[in-house]
T-cell receptor
Framework: AQRVTQPEKLLSVFKGAPVELKCNYS??????LFWYVQYSRQRLQLLLR??SRESIKGFTADLNKGETSFHLKKPFAQEEDSAMYYC??????????FGPGTRLSVLP | GAGVSQSPSNKVTEKGKDVELRCDPI?????LYWYRQRLGQGLEFLIY????????KSGLPSDRFSAERTGESVSTLTIQRTQQEDSAVYLC?????????????FGPGTRLLVL
């Protein structure tokens, strides 16, 4: 069965420090992976997706098929990055599976 | 349009009552998803509509849950004989086509509390 895990419920870093939000998945095929973000009092929104190979707001994520991971990274965290982050996978046109989320808190 | 809208924004009901939650997707979006988010937990997929195809109901937790969608417009999620464990935020999302290719746009959610 498809599954997405995010081992950290809460991650606190200081402003300017690097941040890495971990995501691991279990899936037998080649999934598409996404990161969604929910800022305080805002709707859940797409941050980035593997298929686009993009960097959004300084965040990048690399798919490592050997480790079945899709960790989200940013070299220098900003206070406005504080939010809830969800990793998700899609098994090609079918349903999405979301991880439990990691709350990132960037301290001044 | 203004984005995905959901109503009501909050709903308090008594155990055993039926509730109906509504989702208005972005106009022209063929794909529509319902999710449930319990307090402190991640999103749990419930059901997926794609155009005129049969919906993917694989995430519905019990036969008390059902959902309908009229064409490519409004969807309603119905929970019959509500239980306290149904208390959660119910999120709806839509995308232009299957969200594997397009971004999912989420609504603000309906917060359901079953007493």
């Amino acid at each position: 069965a498809q599954r997405v895990t995010q081992p950290e419920k809460l991650l606190s870093v200081f402003k300017g420090a690097p941040v890495e939000l971990k995501c691991n998945y279990s899936y037998s095929g080649s999934p598409e992976l996404f990161w969604y973000v929910q800022y305080s009092r805002q709707r859940l929104q797409l941050l980035l997706r593997h298929i686009s190979r993009e960097s959004i707001k300084g965040f990048t994520a690399d798919l490592n098929k050997g480790e079945t991971s899709f960790h989200l990274k940013k070299p220098f965290a900003q206070e406005e990055d504080s939010a809830m982050y969800y990793c998700a996978l899609n098994n090609y046109g079918q349903n999405f599976v979301f991880g439990p989320g990691t709350r990132l808190s960037v301290l001044p | 349009g203004a984005g995905v809208s959901q109503s009501p924004s909050n709903k308090v009901t008594e155990k055993g009552k039926d509730v109906e939650l509504r989702c208005d997707p972005i106009s022209g979006h063929t794909a529509l998803y319902w999710y449930r988010q319990r307090l402190g937990q991640g999103l749990e997929f419930l059901i997926y509509f794609q155009g005129n195809s049969a919906p993917d109901k694989s995430g519905l937790p019990s036969d008390r849950f059902s959902a309908e969608r009229t064409g490519e417009s409004v969807s309603t999620l119905t929970i019959q004989r509500t239980q306290q464990e149904d208390s959660a935020v119910y999120l709806c999302a839509s995308s232009l086509v299957s969200a594997i290719q397009e971004t999912q746009y989420f609504g603000p959610g309906t917060r359901l509390l079953v007493l």
